[in-house]
């Protein structure tokens, strides 16, 4: 009798951990509600936090190791954008940002001081936050903070991005870099797809 009841408090153990696990992981990492599927979601947002962690300690050895020169970010050239993905149509944005837009991903950037906002909004791609990461970092850029939202199949990144002294390009230049980060993966998906068709 008391190897049921042991049994039986496992299980619920068990479950209120997976229940847990389910909580802390975003929903488009868990496909089904069984164990084995809430399990490998959170394996494979473990190893995507995993490869964030790595590359923002990467970039922080790297800064430590190189001289900060003294002179102040160069300026963003701003030009004015029609319609913005995420809700934005005041005359100020056209003043601050740029947007770039596929049928991939939507992403906008934004001056605010002396920082930039950036996000996209697409539909969920493994990896695509580290090939992101991977951007801001040949770009100059160091990461403030990082945002993620996400419903059902689609994910919001939205990152708070400080202007790098060695920074040299427009808001432009970096919605167009960060849009075709998701083309080079859409394009790649693609040409699996098609291979596996062959």
Do not use: W
């Not at 149509?89 to 740029?98: I, P, R, T, V």
């Not at 920074?167 to 693609?190: D, I, K, R, Y």
Request: glycine letters at 4%.
């Amino acid at each position: 009798m008391s190897h049921i009841a042991v049994e039986r408090n496992r299980r619920r153990q068990m479950n209120e951990h997976l229940k847990v696990l389910r909580s802390l992981t975003p929903c488009f990492y868990i496909k089904r509600g069984d164990q084995a599927s809430i399990i490998g979601g959170v394996i494979e947002f473990i190893k995507e936090l995993h490869q964030v962690l790595q590359s923002l300690e990467a970039k922080k050895r790297r800064k430590s190791l190189s001289p900060s020169p003294g002179p102040s970010p160069r300026q963003f050239q701003l030009s004015p954008q029609p319609d913005s993905p995420f809700g934005i149509h005041d005359n100020n944005f056209k003043e601050l940002g740029a947007c770039c837009n596929s049928p991939v991903a939507d992403v906008e950037a934004k001056i605010s001081g002396s920082n930039v906002l950036l996000r996209t909004i697409s539909r969920r791609i493994p990896g695509q936050i580290v090939r992101i990461i991977s951007v801001l970092e040949k770009l100059s850029f160091e990461i403030l903070r990082l945002n993620i939202s996400s419903m059902e199949d689609t994910v919001l990144y939205s990152f708070v991005i400080k202007i790098g002294v060695e920074c040299t390009v427009s808001v432009e230049e970096l919605a167009l870099e960060v849009q075709q980060s998701f083309c080079c993966e859409a394009a790649a998906n693609c040409i699996k797809a098609h291979a596996s068709q062959i």
